[in-house]
């Protein structure tokens, strides 16, 4: 899993924040299959963290119910 997040988010500190956050939550979800997952922070990332978890978890679910239907 890799992570991107930019200079809008905020300066080295908050970024890194950030990814910290994004890696203990990944760590928690389980992938159904074997796949590479870039997570981009939008700069809402840093100023409501408590919805970071609850947006990784509704991405996460969406975007393996569609890999799931394309294959």
């Known amino acids: 899993m ?3 997040v930019s ?7 908050t970024r890194n924040r ?5 890696r203990h939550l990944a760590s928690d979800l389980a992938s ?5 997952v870039v997570v981009r922070a939008l700069p809402a990332a840093a100023t409501e963290p408590q919805r970071l978890g609850d ?3 509704d991405a996460w ?3 393996f119910t569609k890999a799931a239907a394309s294959c």
């Open 32 to 36: 159904p299959f074997v796949t590479d």
């Open 61 to 63: 679910s969406r975007a």
């Open 2 to 4: 890799g992570f991107v």
């Open 7 to 13: 200079k809008k988010v905020g300066n080295a500190v």
């Open 18 to 22: 950030v990814k910290r956050r994004l």
């Open 55 to 57: 947006d990784l978890r």
